[in-house]
């Protein structure tokens, strides 16, 4: 995912498909991972239904038992935002609505250390208007998954105006995989280019992968 030790906890805000995809892929890369909802008790279903994928894989021979075990230790539903205190990243999938994105990460930025990259999924909105409340906006980027996020490899990496939080993020290898997940990065944040360009292409690699 990013340039952050295995033993570091990403934190996940919003627990729908994306965010649960986002974070079955930090639970196999080795993070802790705090799962947390605005709605009471969607963080625990979340983290069950990460519990099922996770056995799934087991039992279609693509994850060993003591890997599931490890990585379902490794995973913890969040009731408060202040849980996530000791993330190293936090990635939020919550709705694409400019004012919720900024509360957020303002409410954030008081909670967790100021070497904590905040990241949006956003693939719509400007990186840098969703940083604009925050008191140092080059910590946010934007870190857009495609979905389903397990099994789709490419990671969209855009910056704000300042660029900073871009010096922290570099495509790392996934457990299982021969490569490291393709990464764009740019830093005009108005073009998503990935996710103009390829989402037949990612579609079709979807629906072939998951058979």
Do not use: W
Request: proline share 6%; aromatic share 2%; hydrophobic share 45%.
């Amino acid at each position: 995912m990013t340039a952050i030790e295995p033993g570091r906890v990403v934190a996940v805000v919003g627990t729908g498909t994306m965010g649960q995809g986002i974070a079955q892929v930090a639970l196999v890369a080795g993070h802790p991972v705090r799962l947390y909802d605005a709605v009471p008790g969607r963080a625990e279903q979340a983290a069950a239904t990460l519990t099922g994928r996770l056995d799934r894989l087991v039992g279609k021979g693509r994850l060993d038992a003591s890997a599931r075990d490890a990585a379902v230790a490794r995973l913890r539903p969040a009731a408060d935002l202040a849980e996530l205190a000791d993330a190293a990243l936090v990635v939020e999938a919550v709705l694409e609505r400019l004012s919720v994105k900024r509360e957020l990460f303002a409410a954030l930025e008081d909670i967790v250390g100021d070497d904590c990259l905040l990241a949006t999924n956003t693939s719509s909105l400007s990186v840098t208007a969703v940083a604009g409340a925050l008191r140092l906006p080059g910590r946010l980027v934007g870190l857009h998954f495609f979905n389903p996020a397990p099994l789709l490899p490419l990671v969209e990496v855009v910056s704000g105006s300042s660029g900073a939080g871009l010096k922290k993020c570099r495509p790392t290898r996934r457990p299982g995989r021969r490569r490291a997940p393709a990464t764009a990065v740019t830093e005009r944040e108005e073009v998503f280019v990935a996710s103009r360009q390829s989402s037949p292409t990612m579609s079709s690699r979807a629906a072939n992968s998951s058979r």
